[in-house]
């Protein structure tokens, strides 16, 4: 048994209800194929990165499943790849993670993300001592001072 994901995106052009009878089409499809899905997740309607086809938003829907059979992952991807509703699609093999490797991963983030916040606290511009010692002229005297120099170009 191997576990995949899929993403695919349905093009703006289609409403909510649409998009969900797109969605639930495609689930029908990977059913008849043998796939049993374990998450549907909507990601909602999203900007691509570039357009295709003049297309610039789409809805972007994630699956993962597991199936048996590898031929019937050929058959699943060529209707992915001719459906008219479907703008692009992408099916990877996804390694199925244990309890103990989902909380070491959420402890790896939640120390990143600490780290992070420590660096940008810690990073705070410093400002030159001869720079600091210079008297600072206000905006609208430099202003003033360029305009009336005579080595305008």
Known sequence: MQNYELLYIIPNQYTDDEAAKIK??????????????????NQGKKKLAYPIDHVAHGYYILNEFTLEDGTKLAEINNFLRLDKEILRAQIIIK???TAAEIEKQKKREAHRAKAEALKTDA??????KAESKKPTKNLDEKLDEMITTDDLV
Request: aromatic fraction near 0%.
């Open 95 to 97: 390694k199925v993670l």
């Open 123 to 128: 990073v705070k511009p410093v400002a030159d």
């Open 24 to 41: 639930d089409k495609v689930e029908e499809v990977l059913k008849g194929h043998g796939a049993n899905i374990s998450i549907s997740e």
